[in-house]
């Protein structure tokens, strides 16, 4: 499985999105803690402590912000190696300073899992393998090598060793849970969003491409008759200059570029059209639409219509968005890419739904992720036998999560099985038994002929350019 921060931006870059202003001030409020701790032990607890070295360590890193405040812009943004060192120095003054105050006697001993957490969430795995190991190692040396915490009668604060022992292993323990915990939801967060812009993306080219259509066939509607115009002209001239084979020559390069020029606009058209009533059509066409740039990829796409109770023998008249005809186009290369031969696209409808189900005769979804099926960048290990009959696949489940992320958005449910599974009876057909997506919609949501989805019927409206 490949791991989660792959994608559009990798975790290098995620450290880069930290302001240095971030964490100075992050430091700060550290640095306040630090001395007013120190403060309420010396003054109210009668606390021995070696104010010198204290204050030393808190002044370090009262020069270390001043230093980079005054040096560095106030926008500056953190590399990984920056990012990295800034935290590994935290953690030093920190354990330093817990040094000089007793070691894990001291109960702030728990904030040495601030720095290891700030790492899991921004830098690399190796950059947070190594805070957490640094941090390990500190904790295990403070729980035998520390200067004691007196009073002023000369008595050491100290807590059986059993206490100091347990809170040694809590303090591991919060390390590698804290930072393996972080590292998972932070790498989710990031893969998720990653994802979503990868599917606005996808959902605005569609859009981009819808809408050029519309240009391209008003530009193919007016400059129809002035092509005619020529054809017709560059006819006549070619009939007329028999006796001239140079002109007639030209005439026909005329005739012939003009028919041209309207093959172009008429294929480029293809894409959409700003028409009122293209903005629906038969749900047959939408899928079909969908369907059409993988007709002819070597594998045969059949289409079945059947009506449920009370959906009438007449398919309906859906909205043609875009974010159905890319994700059900997604879906369908999807069992184009796995099936064998085969691919099935049943449609049904009833009087409160409408379904699409895409089935293939292929080897299914793997058992162990069809739980996951629909999330960003989750991808099995290739087999010798995939790399041997796909080697130009690599999915890693985005398409699928950007079909699924559009159609949801469509007010579609989606579901995912397979035809073998032995505990569902999903198709009773034996060739049908590989991977089964099934899209419903109320029918409210998509029906382009009832509700707030009726497409008026008028003059179309002039196409924005």
Not at 172 to 195: K, Q
């Given at each position: 499985?490949?791991d989660?921060?792959t994608?559009l931006f990798?975790?290098?870059?995620r450290?880069?999105?930290?302001r240095?202003?971030t964490?100075?001030?992050l430091?700060?409020v550290a640095i306040a803690?630090?001395?007013?701790?120190?403060t309420v032990?010396q003054?109210m607890?009668?606390?021995?402590l070696?104010?010198g070295?204290?204050?030393l360590a808190v002044g370090?890193?009262?020069i270390g912000?001043?230093i980079?405040?005054?040096?560095?812009?106030?926008?500056?943004?953190?590399?990984e190696?920056e990012?990295?060192?800034?935290v590994?120095f935290d953690?030093?003054?920190?354990?330093?300073?817990?040094?000089?105050t007793?070691?894990?006697h001291?109960?702030?001993?728990?904030?040495l899992l601030?720095?290891v957490?700030?790492?899991?969430?921004?830098?690399?795995?190796?950059s947070t393998?190594i805070?957490g190991?640094?941090?390990i190692?500190?904790?295990?040396?403070?729980?035998?090598?520390?200067?004691?915490?007196?009073?002023?009668?000369?008595?050491?604060?100290r807590?059986?060793?059993?206490f100091?022992?347990g809170n040694?292993?809590?303090?591991?323990i919060?390390?590698?849970f804290?930072?393996?915990?972080?590292r998972?939801?932070?790498?989710?967060?990031?893969?998720?969003s990653?994802a979503?812009?990868?599917t606005q993306?996808?959902?605005?080219r569609e859009q981009k491409l819808?809408d050029l259509?519309?240009?391209?066939?008003?530009?193919?509607h007016?400059?129809?008759?002035?092509?005619a115009?020529i054809?017709?002209a560059?006819?006549?001239?070619?009939?007329?200059?028999?006796?001239r084979?140079?002109?007639?020559?030209?005439?026909?390069?005329?005739?012939?570029?003009?028919?041209?020029?309207?093959?172009?606009?008429?294929?480029m058209?293809?894409?959409?059209?700003?028409?009122?009533?293209?903005?629906?059509?038969p749900?047959?066409?939408?899928?079909?639409e969908a369907?059409e740039?993988?007709?002819?990829?070597g594998?045969?796409?059949?289409?079945?219509?059947s009506p449920?109770?009370?959906?009438?023998p007449?398919q309906?008249?859906?909205?043609r968005?875009?974010?159905?005809?890319?994700?059900?186009?997604?879906l369908i290369q999807?069992?184009?890419?796995?099936?064998r031969?085969?691919?099935w696209v049943e449609?049904?409808w009833t009087?409160?739904?409408?379904?699409v189900?895409?089935?293939?005769?292929g080897r299914?979804?793997?058992?162990?992720?069809?739980g996951?099926i629909?999330?960003?960048?989750?991808?099995?290990?290739?087999?010798?036998?995939?790399?041997?009959?796909?080697?130009?696949?690599e999915?890693?489940?985005?398409?699928?999560?950007?079909?699924?992320?559009?159609l949801?958005r469509?007010?579609?449910?989606?579901?995912?099985?397979n035809?073998s599974?032995?505990y569902?009876?999903?198709?009773?057909?034996?060739?049908r038994?590989?991977?089964?997506v099934?899209v419903?919609w109320?029918?409210?949501a998509?029906d382009a002929?009832?509700g707030d989805n009726?497409?008026?019927i008028?003059?179309?409206?002039p196409?924005?350019?």
């Amino acid at each position: 499985m490949a791991d989660s921060n792959t994608g559009l931006f990798g975790t290098q870059e995620r450290s880069n999105w930290i302001r240095l202003r971030t964490l100075i001030l992050l430091r700060w409020v550290a640095i306040a803690g630090q001395l007013a701790a120190i403060t309420v032990a010396q003054r109210m607890y009668n606390l021995q402590l070696e104010l010198g070295l204290c204050y030393l360590a808190v002044g370090v890193s009262v020069i270390g912000n001043l230093i980079a405040i005054f040096v560095f812009p106030e926008n500056k943004r953190l590399s990984e190696t920056e990012n990295f060192l800034m935290v590994l120095f935290d953690l030093l003054q920190l354990s330093f300073l817990l040094y000089l105050t007793g070691g894990l006697h001291n109960p702030f001993a728990l904030l040495l899992l601030g720095p290891v957490t700030i790492s899991a969430t921004v830098m690399s795995l190796r950059s947070t393998t190594i805070i957490g190991g640094t941090a390990i190692i500190l904790v295990t040396l403070l729980a035998e090598f520390h200067l004691p915490l007196r009073t002023d009668q000369g008595f050491v604060l100290r807590i059986p060793d059993v206490f100091v022992f347990g809170n040694w292993a809590a303090i591991i323990i919060a390390v590698i849970f804290m930072g393996a915990y972080s590292r998972r939801v932070s790498s989710e967060m990031h893969a998720m969003s990653e994802a979503l812009i990868a599917t606005q993306m996808a959902l605005a080219r569609e859009q981009k491409l819808t809408d050029l259509g519309g240009v391209v066939a008003a530009a193919a509607h007016e400059l129809g008759t002035p092509l005619a115009t020529i054809k017709l002209a560059s006819s006549e001239l070619y009939e007329e200059l028999a006796d001239r084979p140079d002109l007639r020559e030209d005439a026909s390069l005329i005739r012939d570029q003009a028919d041209r020029c309207r093959d172009i606009l008429r294929s480029m058209g293809r894409a959409g059209k700003d028409d009122l009533h293209l903005r629906q059509a038969p749900l047959s066409a939408v899928v079909q639409e969908a369907a059409e740039p993988h007709m002819r990829r070597g594998k045969t796409i059949l289409f079945e219509e059947s009506p449920g109770p009370g959906g009438g023998p007449q398919q309906p008249s859906i909205l043609r968005k875009p974010e159905v005809i890319h994700g059900l186009r997604n879906l369908i290369q999807n069992a184009v890419d796995f099936a064998r031969a085969t691919i099935w696209v049943e449609l049904h409808w009833t009087d409160d739904t409408i379904s699409v189900r895409i089935l293939d005769d292929g080897r299914g979804f793997p058992a162990h992720l069809i739980g996951r099926i629909g999330d960003p960048f989750v991808r099995r290990r290739r087999s010798e036998s995939d790399n041997r009959t796909r080697p130009e696949y690599e999915g890693m489940g985005l398409g699928l999560f950007i079909a699924k992320t559009l159609l949801e958005r469509t007010g579609a449910e989606l579901t995912f099985s397979n035809g073998s599974d032995p505990y569902q009876t999903v198709t009773t057909d034996r060739n049908r038994r590989g991977a089964i997506v099934e899209v419903i919609w109320p029918r409210e949501a998509i029906d382009a002929q009832i509700g707030d989805n009726a497409i008026p019927i008028g003059l179309n409206r002039p196409i924005e350019v």
